[in-house]
């Protein structure tokens, strides 16, 4: 490990908190422009990454880390490593939350990053340019899981239909990464939800009408209870804020 590696990495260490203290080795991309437009939506179910306050600190992660969506939320702390020539010197490692999936290229013979079982990081444009040159276009990187830290409660957007709650859970702060949901109506009991996609959570039972808790587990076991989050006035296409986060 280079000195200027060293430095940076005891110049992090102050303000952010490790998840797993270990530095791994991947490579890192980046898709999309300056503007960050076509890092919005994405495989993780969020929106308008910059009304949801992710705004262009974000990634896109190959199979080997997306774990089929359950990685959505998390967060890595990254650094371009031991490339001169593509590194910018002494810049700070980025942080940047788990957002979208880089689909494998099963048709490519070459430049296939994000292939199994590749560790890969497809950046936005604007955070890969903070740690290493436009020019280079693919860097070595080491990378780390820390702890996200979000401003304001955890989001709970309701979507579905009457017979069909599908809630989409994001701005989620500690390990980030929802592993599990169950939601009470005020008529109910707790209702163990099931993923759907990315971050996207569903039941089948009908709660309209009613106002809804939440208890949110995230992939280092802590559990948060969200009592009466959504009151029982909610709209199918509403967003409310939980009040706390992790």
Same mark, same amino acid.
């Given at each position: 490990?280079?000195?200027?590696?060293?430095?940076?990495?005891?110049?992090?260490?102050?303000?952010?908190?490790?998840?797993?203290?270990?530095?791994?080795?991947?490579?890192?991309?980046?898709?999309?422009?300056?503007?960050?437009?076509?890092?919005?939506? /994405?495989? %993780?179910?969020? /929106?308008?990454?910059?009304?949801?306050?992710?705004?262009?600190?974000?990634?896109?992660?190959?199979?080997?880390?997306?774990?089929?969506?359950?990685?959505?939320?998390? %967060? $890595?702390?990254?650094?371009?490593? +031991?490339?001169?020539?593509?590194?910018?010197? *002494?810049?700070?490692?980025?942080?940047?939350?788990?957002?979208?999936?880089?689909?494998?290229?099963?048709? *490519?013979?070459?430049?296939?990053?994000?292939?199994?079982?590749?560790?890969? $990081?497809?950046?936005?444009?604007?955070?890969?340019? *903070?740690?290493?040159?436009?020019?280079?276009?693919?860097?070595?990187?080491?990378?780390?899981?820390?702890?996200?830290? *979000?401003?304001?409660?955890?989001?709970?957007?309701?979507? /579905?239909?009457? +017979?069909?709650?599908?809630?989409?859970?994001?701005?989620?702060?500690?390990?980030?990464?929802?592993?599990?949901?169950?939601?009470?109506?005020?008529?109910?009991?707790?209702?163990?939800?099931?993923? +759907?996609?990315?971050?996207?959570?569903?039941?089948?039972?009908?709660?309209? /009408?009613?106002?809804?808790?939440?208890?949110?587990?995230?992939?280092?076991?802590?559990?948060?209870?969200?009592?009466?989050?959504?009151?029982?006035?909610?709209?199918?296409?509403?967003?409310?804020?939980?009040?706390?986060?992790?």
């Amino acid at each position: 490990m280079a000195v200027h590696e060293v430095f940076l990495i005891l110049a992090m260490a102050v303000v952010v908190s490790a998840i797993d203290g270990t530095w791994y080795d991947a490579r890192a991309t980046f898709y999309g422009d300056m503007g960050g437009g076509e890092t919005m939506q /994405g495989a %993780c179910g969020y /929106g308008d990454l910059i009304k949801q306050g992710y705004g262009l600190a974000t990634t896109a992660l190959s199979t080997a880390l997306f774990n089929e969506g359950l990685s959505c939320g998390a %967060c $890595f702390e990254i650094y371009c490593s +031991n490339a001169p020539k593509s590194c910018i010197p *002494k810049a700070a490692p980025i942080i940047v939350t788990a957002t979208n999936f880089c689909p494998p290229n099963y048709t *490519k013979t070459k430049d296939i990053w994000c292939n199994p079982p590749q560790k890969h $990081f497809d950046l936005s444009m604007p955070m890969f340019t *903070k740690i290493a040159y436009y020019k280079a276009g693919v860097i070595p990187v080491r990378y780390r899981r820390v702890l996200c830290s *979000k401003r304001g409660g955890v989001k709970f957007e309701i979507k /579905g239909n009457p +017979n069909w709650t599908l809630v989409l859970i994001y701005n989620v702060g500690g390990a980030g990464d929802v592993n599990a949901v169950s939601i009470k109506g005020s008529n109910t009991q707790w209702i163990a939800m099931t993923r +759907n996609w990315g971050q996207n959570w569903q039941t089948g039972t009908v709660l309209t /009408g009613q106002s809804l808790s939440f208890q949110v587990t995230v992939s280092d076991g802590t559990k948060i209870e969200f009592d009466n989050a959504v009151p029982a006035g909610w709209q199918f296409g509403q967003t409310y804020d939980g009040g706390k986060n992790f």
